[in-house]
């Protein structure tokens, strides 16, 4: 019964990842910090600092042409492309 309760807990985790998300909801394009790439693709990235003393945001708009083959490939174009970013 547990072996059947897990994977049916990771199969609505997957099923969640995969859902179709639009950037309206997540990151408002009018606010971002800087636009780095070009290419037909897009995607925002929002990192927020707090250390209890200020917070800190920083929004991107990343655009690219090619398939990215995974977050880590996006953040350190972004990190050449940005020098406020070190990954």
């Known amino acids: 019964m547990q ?3 897990r994977s049916g807990l ?3 985790t997957a099923f969640l990842l995969t ?3 639009k950037a309206e909801i997540l990151l408002d394009w009018s606010e971002v910090d800087a636009a ?3 290419g037909a693709n897009h995607a925002g990235l929002v990192i ?3 250390d209890g003393s200020a917070q800190d945001t920083l929004r991107w708009s990343i655009a690219w042409d090619q398939t990215p ?3 880590a490939d ?3 174009a972004l990190e ?3 020098p406020r970013f070190d990954a």
């Open 19 to 21: 859902l179709p998300l």
């Open 3 to 5: 072996r059947i309760i």
């Open 74 to 76: 996006l953040l350190l």
């Open 69 to 71: 083959g995974s977050v």
């Open 36 to 38: 780095v790439g070009s």
């Open 80 to 82: 050449v492309l940005d």
């Open 48 to 50: 927020d600092w707090n």
């Open 10 to 12: 990771w199969l609505s």
